[in-house]
């Protein structure tokens, strides 16, 4: 009698049925990364933000310039070095206010390869690029962080929704 020493059409079918049914069941939650690493993106990003500001606001105290009322520059080296336009000694919600303290504007438009940003009338806004064009976008899509400027009455503000991301 012959013994044959390989695996039988039945076997071979079941493994393959197995290992699909694995994967259909995998593939999900690989899928879902490309989400999970933008939310997180968007909160580093919103916590060098707040970072930034605070470190601002501290060097404002030391030149005495933490009360002042009207926008004006103090030397910061920040990521673009040079002046950092400050009001009531956080930066302003601009180019020349906290977009030169943070690492992600390349070029005039304070856009980047990753990062898009613009500034309002109220705020700064930044987002991933792959999100939105414009500000008004990323609001919408929920997918941004946002820098609100000092007022008289209150310290700047930074915000963010990860919700759309």
Request: proline residues 2%; positive net charge.
């Amino acid at each position: 009698m012959k013994r044959s020493a390989g695996f039988t059409l039945i076997e071979l079918i079941i493994v393959i049925v197995i290992l699909g049914i694995l994967a259909a069941t995998a593939a999900p939650k690989f899928m879902n990364l490309q989400s999970d690493a933008r939310k997180s993106t968007v909160s580093s990003l919103s916590g060098a933000v707040k970072s930034a500001a605070s470190m601002a606001y501290s060097k404002a105290i030391i030149a005495g310039k933490d009360k002042v009322t009207a926008s004006t520059s103090i030397s910061i080296s920040g990521a673009t070095g040079g002046a950092t336009t400050v009001l009531y000694g956080y930066p302003t919600a601009d180019a020349t206010g906290i977009a030169t303290l943070i690492d992600i504007s390349s070029s005039a438009t304070g856009a980047s390869a990753d990062w898009g940003a613009a500034a309002t009338t109220t705020a700064y806004i930044l987002w991933p690029t792959g999100i939105a064009t414009t500000a008004a976008d990323a609001l919408t899509a929920k997918c941004y962080v946002q820098y609100t400027p000092a007022t008289s009455t209150t310290a700047a503000v930074t915000t963010n929704d990860t919700t759309g991301c």
